[in-house]
DNA sequence: CAAAAGACTTGGCTCAAATGAT
DNA sequence: ATCATTTGAGCCAAGTCTTTTG
């Protein structure tokens, strides 16, 4: 069957240039009516008035925002400065064949790795006929897509569009943001405008000597000593042969007889597993790759491996595992390939159910310590009040709040003394929150936290060891023969909960949670994890090998949702969908001119949802928006693309919008952009005779959006704009500006293309309190520097014309020095001068941007591998040690692999 | 079909450890 | 050796999206 070509809907003729990302950027042109709009925004939403959480009062962007906006745009490009030690080079970097590396544990293969990524890869393409190429090869899809339809959407949309848009942008300080910001995509212009940043000479600032060479010490090795893994670990799980050997066996398809997805689970029968289907997956699948012994160790492990020295730990493993070679990575390829296509057509029934596992063994959930009281009275209207434990318990759990903006928070507090009264009991002393007084009880906090920081190093480990011997069993799962670090194994202790922004709970009491709240999934045949509770038992045991968590129980804050326990992110099931992630992605860069093409079009339709849709599509392919799902009263009231209300959304004329609102998190949004024409009128539509507080998009919500872009792109969903939006511009971005020179100027050049797209996704953090500090530490730096530049000069002049140079500050007479020396000696200056303008410069654009959430989230991390085996930059400049975990599976890429 | 359930990804923050500067 | 910063792991909240239910 395969793999029919794209729908049939909307698929024009491809041609492929198209997909580079339009240039979109934060802009900071909006300053002046922001905080106009703000207080409306206010106005309209009560709560939200009060002062936005910390984060936005506090920080960043609210009032003054502005300035912080300016700065973050590109018109300051400077990046960083990395930290550049001797760079080591990898081995991996500078030899295409990243196999090279690995070869010390003969174990570890990583051809097995490369192959069967490769063939997954393979496979997800044929199956999907999609037009997604070869890496390598020229983007050119093979669009299958047909159907034209107006001549129009024949053409590349940059082109059309150039017509229409930008201009005026040119202007002022902002021009260059402005203009990258701008919606419009012209591709051309765009590099050419964005070069002269790219120009910034950043390599010329760096003089650190690289040593490109071929770094001979291994990259990985460094790590060996630690023990990533507890030499323990391993008896803990010392694999039960037996259970092993019946998985083995039974694990075919025992499932049918008991089947466990049926079990107790609540969940439909994903018809999953038919054992035909899975069989004969299994049999490609090994088939393939016969030759690779050491297919079963999961490319995270195989990674792992190489990081640490490895303990033998994964004998047991091993064997035991051989058997059932990976029914994963490429199977499931094929499974999900097909799955896109049959998604949009066919029947669920045809299903492979969504087989997850076979055999999975873990040992369940660790509880937090019960509470020991401390004792310590708070007082109540000045008097000292007996609490009696489980009331002090809560009283502490605010009393510890005490230096925290949640204190500033009347919801917080109400909240809390809902809860906490109901504790108390009606008839108790305590009446009123206010003549509560917790400082004993805070002091006795902060003097505990003193102690723990006093505790002499030993103390201290040995106190770490402890609780990892405790904890250890519950670190490790064995999932299909394969040993699994687990991800959060530790149930979470009772507290007030955090809610951001505005959130309506904040404040209220989340509950101890207890072995009879967790349900525990595991493999049929696997052990019950014993409860670590004596006497109290688990709330039920599963076996759904359709779904990937270990346990999960239900929120105490809203116990409609779930808490689950999942494996970490390093683990192959993690890894594996991850790719997958990233594969749909790329799947999309076949298809974003044609739905750049169609939403256009559809930008002047009548059909009013159909409108919407084309300019919600729009804004989340360009802004990068989040597809914003409907959500209840009893949430913070954030929004996305989907629920943006009318105020959230500033006409300015001739052709700008100026976005602001509040999206994930409580984060604020605040962004001016040019957009097209027709867009702009049709959002002025969606305005006219609805109140500030409407729905912007009021005939639409994610899942009908959702719904037509699946039409567009088989799996298509909006957050895949997200994530294609964010690569594509960091390959771009790295392939672009990369230019000779020394590692660390191609890691500042990594670091403003991860920073470009961190704004683009809007991350952001607070700024940290000694934010001020240091810049103005720096700054006086700067100008001691200055000043002693200008006194080298001085005595340079005199030097010259021969004369000793002045006394110093003290008095003191100076060193009669040559005017060769001072020469050196003031532009050794002048660059200690430009370094630490540029530290500055960094510290301030980055005050506000953070990184970390593209990388782990947003950046295919095979485009970093390749540009730095291209480069020969050490892959662990780039990706710290867990980074390199998560991303095992993305490490033997092909140098040559571009988005 | 809309709402509810369910499962999984994304996100900022905190705190302690690592690293850097002095 | 000491102090300041930076970094990273863990935490857990808050999204997205799919599947089930009524």
Not at 89 to 111: Q, R, T, Y
Not at 443 to 449: N, P, S, V
Not at 501 to 528: Q, Y
Not at 686 to 697: M, R
Request: contains cysteine; hydrophobic residues 30%; charged residues 35%.
């Amino acid at each position: 069957m395969a793999v029919e070509a794209p729908p049939a809907k909307n698929v024009y003729d491809f041609d492929g240039e198209d997909e580079g990302p339009l240039v979109f950027k934060r802009s900071n042109t909006s300053s002046s009516k922001q905080n106009q709009l703000n207080s409306e925004l206010k106005k309209a939403s009560s709560q939200r008035s009060e002062g936005q959480s910390g984060r936005q009062a506090s920080d960043v962007r609210s009032p003054n925002g502005q300035s912080s906006n300016v700065q973050k745009n590109k018109t300051i490009s400077s990046s960083k400065s990395p930290p550049v030690k001797s760079p080591i080079m990898s081995p991996k970097a500078s030899s295409s064949s990243s196999k090279a590396s690995l070869v010390k544990s003969p174990v570890a293969n990583s051809k097995a790795s490369t192959s069967s990524s490769d063939q997954s890869e393979q496979a997800l393409k044929r199956n999907m006929a999609t037009a997604v190429k070869d890496e390598r090869s020229p983007t050119k899809d093979t669009a299958e897509p047909k159907i034209e339809e107006d001549d129009d959407d024949n053409k590349p949309l940059s082109s059309r569009l150039k017509g229409t848009s930008n201009q005026g942008n040119k202007g002022a300080s902002t021009s260059a943001s402005a203009q990258s910001q701008q919606l419009v995509p012209k591709t051309e212009s765009k590099d050419s405008d964005e070069d002269p940043d790219d120009e910034v000479p950043l390599a010329t600032r760096f003089n650190r000597k690289s040593n490109p060479g071929t770094s001979s010490s291994k990259p990985y090795e460094s790590d060996e000593k630690k023990p990533l893994a507890p030499k323990t670990q391993q008896n803990g799980f010392v694999i039960k042969d037996k259970q092993q050997k019946s998985s083995l066996l039974s694990g075919k398809r025992p499932l049918d007889k008991g089947n466990p997805s049926d079990q107790s689970s609540a969940k439909k029968p994903k018809i999953s597993t038919t054992p035909t289907t899975f069989k004969s997956k299994q049999g490609t699948v090994k088939a393939e790759k016969a030759d690779e012994d050491d297919d079963h160790i999961p490319i995270a492990q195989r990674m792992r491996k190489s990081l640490s020295d490895n303990k033998p730990s994964f004998k047991p493993t091993k064997v035991v595992s051989s058997s059932f070679k990976k029914i994963n990575k490429k199977s499931k390829k094929d499974m999900k390939s097909s799955k896109y296509i049959k998604s949009t057509k066919v029947p669920p029934s045809s299903g492979d159910g969504q087989k997850k596992w076979s055999t999975l063994v873990h040992n369940g959930v660790i509880f937090p310590p019960s509470y020991k009281p401390h004792g310590v009275k708070m007082l109540y209207d000045g008097q000292q009040v007996d609490l009696t434990p489980e009331q002090e318990e809560v009283a502490t759990m605010y009393a510890i709040m005490k230096d925290t903006d949640y204190m500033n928070k009347e919801q917080f507090k109400k909240n809390f003394w809902e809860d906490w009264s109901n504790l108390l009991g009606k008839t108790h002393i305590i009446k009123d929150l206010k003549k509560c007084n917790f400082d004993p009880i805070y002091e006795w906090h902060l003097q505990e936290k003193e102690k723990k920081k006093q505790m002499s190093s030993e103390e201290k480990k040995a106190l770490k060891e402890e609780k990892l011997k405790q904890e250890e069993k519950y670190m490790w799962a064995i999932v299909d023969g394969v040993k699994e670090k687990v991800g959060n194994f530790r149930v979470e202790p009772p507290g007030l909960f955090r809610g951001r922004g505005e959130h309506p709970k904040m404040g209220k009491l989340k509950r101890r949670i207890r072995p009879s709240d967790i349900t525990i999934n595991i493999g049929k045949d696997a052990p019950i994890p014993e409860c670590p509770i004596p006497g109290e038992r688990w709330k039920e045991i599963k076996h759904d090998n359709t779904v990937t968590w270990l346990a999960f129980w239900n929120d105490p804050i809203n116990p409609k949702e779930f808490k689950y326990v999942f494996l970490a992110a390093s683990s192959s099931l993690k890894g594996q969908s991850d790719k997958e992630k990233y594969e749909k992605a790329r799947m999309l860069k076949g298809y974003i001119k044609n739905i750049r093409a169609a939403y256009t079009k559809d930008f002047t339709t009548k059909d009013v949802m159909k409108r919407q849709i084309a300019v919600a599509t729009y804004l989340i392919d360009k802004l990068a928006l989040r597809a914003g799902n409907e959500k209840d009263d009893d949430e913070a009231d954030t929004v996305g693309c989907c629920t943006l209300k009318v105020g959230n959304v500033e006409c300015i004329p001739p052709n700008k919008l100026k976005f602001d609102f509040l999206g994930k998190d409580s984060i604020q949004y605040v962004n001016t952009v040019e957009v097209e024409l027709p867009v702009y009128k049709a959002i002025g539509q969606f305005q006219t005779g609805k109140s500030k507080s409407d729905d912007l998009f009021d005939k639409l919500d994610t899942s009908k959006l959702n719904a037509h872009l699946k039409e567009l792109m088989p799996g298509l969903t909006a957050k895949v704009f997200r994530t294609y939006n964010a690569s594509i511009t960091l390959d771009e971005m790295l392939n672009k500006e990369t230019k000779e020179g020394d590692v660390a100027e191609k890691i500042a050049v990594y670091q403003r293309a991860n920073k470009e797209v961190a704004i683009i996704c809007n991350h952001q953090r607070s700024v940290s309190k000694s934010h001020g500090a240091q810049i103005s530490r720096l700054a006086d730096k700067i100008k001691e520097l200055k000043d002693v530049l200008k006194e080298l000069k001085l005595d340079l002049d005199r030097a010259k014309k021969g004369k000793a140079p002045l006394k110093d500050a003290d008095g003191k007479q100076k060193r009669n020095l040559t005017p060769e020396a001072l020469e050196r000696k003031i532009a050794q200056t002048n660059a200690k001068i430009e370094k630490s303008e540029r530290d500055m410069q960094t510290k301030e654009d980055l005050k506000t941007v953070a990184l970390g959430t593209s990388k782990i989230n947003y950046l295919d991390p095979r485009i970093s591998v390749a540009w730095c085996k291209r480069h020969e930059v050490p892959i662990e400049k780039i990706f710290n040690k867990s980074l390199l975990a998560k991303f095992a599976w993305a490490m033997d890429v092909d140098p040559g692999f571009r988005f």
